[in-house]
């Protein structure tokens, strides 16, 4: 396992366009904490992001996990406090030989990318979408210009989430109700994002930080920090 990789997942939960709107506002959290940390940081796909840099993995893998928030959504005209989640996988880069992907059992799909990137990216099918059969799991990557190097980037995505898969599975298998943290178990609510009380708490490690406006904006060492320090 890569300690210097990781790809973070963020998907919405119930709640509709606030959950979404929510689901990018975490993922643009973390891009701006990698900024400020000097990793470099990619954004793959709509939904996912690789993160790059010394130990980043061993930093960023207790983020997976349920993140609640507690606001008013912008399309709320009442001012009545809405309480919407998003999940974070965070997912190691996992080498060939430690999970095996037969070729006949992926489906791929090169398509033409759309969003930023110039005129180039929409008139070339770059980007990539891969379905693997076994599972039903889908990924796709579009973040490099390139067909071959964006399907390089998604079959280790996909490789990652069988090994996230098969974690899960054996946890329930071991019957493990600890908490596992950093496993991409994504049912677990970790944090809640507190605005009007301007107030972010771990529940995990019971500790809770004001200024939730910085943290928002990417300044979120004092949190990881903390999380790293519980688990010495």
Same mark, same amino acid.
């Given at each position: 396992?890569?300690?210097?990789?990781?790809? =973070?997942?963020?998907?919405? #939960?119930?709640? #509709?366009?606030?959950? %979404?709107?929510? @689901?990018?506002?975490?993922?643009?959290?973390? &891009?701006?904490?990698?900024?400020?940390? !000097?990793?470099?940081?990619?954004?793959?796909?709509?939904?996912?992001?690789?993160?790059?840099?010394?130990?980043?993995?061993?930093? *960023?893998?207790?983020?997976? !996990?349920?993140?609640?928030?507690? %606001?008013?959504?912008?399309?709320? %005209?009442?001012?009545?406090?809405?309480?919407?989640?998003?999940?974070?996988?965070? =997912?190691?880069?996992?080498?060939?030989?430690?999970?095996?992907?037969?070729?006949?059992?992926?489906?791929?799909? @090169?398509?033409?990318?759309? !969003?930023? #990137? #110039?005129?180039?990216?929409?008139?070339?099918?770059?980007?990539?979408?891969?379905?693997? $059969?076994?599972?039903?799991?889908? $990924?796709?990557?579009?973040?490099?210009?390139?067909?071959?190097?964006?399907?390089?980037? @998604?079959?280790?995505?996909?490789? +990652?989430? =069988?090994?996230?898969?098969?974690?899960?599975?054996?946890?329930?298998?071991?019957?493990?109700?600890?908490?596992? &943290?950093?496993?991409?178990?994504?049912?677990?609510?970790?944090?809640?994002?507190?605005?009007?009380?301007? %107030? *972010?708490?771990?529940?995990?490690?019971?500790?809770?930080?004001?200024? *939730?406006?910085?943290?928002?904006?990417?300044?979120?060492?004092?949190?990881?920090?903390? *999380? =790293? +320090?519980?688990?010495?």
């Amino acid at each position: 396992m890569n300690q210097d990789v990781v790809i =973070l997942e963020f998907r919405p #939960g119930p709640g #509709g366009e606030e959950a %979404r709107n929510w @689901a990018l506002d975490l993922m643009r959290m973390y &891009i701006r904490y990698g900024a400020i940390s !000097g990793w470099k940081v990619e954004q793959i796909s709509d939904n996912a992001i690789r993160v790059r840099g010394p130990q980043v993995f061993t930093r *960023l893998q207790y983020e997976a !996990g349920t993140h609640r928030v507690q %606001r008013v959504p912008t399309t709320e %005209r009442s001012g009545r406090i809405h309480t919407s989640t998003a999940t974070i996988a965070a =997912l190691p880069e996992i080498p060939e030989t430690e999970v095996t992907i037969r070729p006949e059992d992926i489906v791929f799909e @090169a398509y033409r990318a759309g !969003g930023k #990137g #110039g005129q180039n990216v929409n008139k070339v099918s770059s980007a990539v979408r891969i379905r693997h $059969v076994p599972s039903g799991m889908v $990924v796709t990557c579009q973040t490099e210009r390139d067909q071959y190097q964006n399907r390089q980037v @998604a079959m280790s995505m996909l490789r +990652a989430k =069988l090994w996230e898969a098969e974690e899960m599975k054996k946890s329930l298998v071991l019957s493990d109700n600890r908490s596992i &943290i950093g496993r991409g178990m994504r049912a677990e609510k970790i944090r809640t994002y507190n605005f009007p009380q301007n %107030r *972010l708490t771990d529940h995990r490690i019971n500790k809770s930080w004001h200024n *939730l406006d910085d943290i928002i904006e990417g300044k979120l060492s004092k949190v990881t920090d903390a *999380l =790293l +320090a519980s688990q010495a």
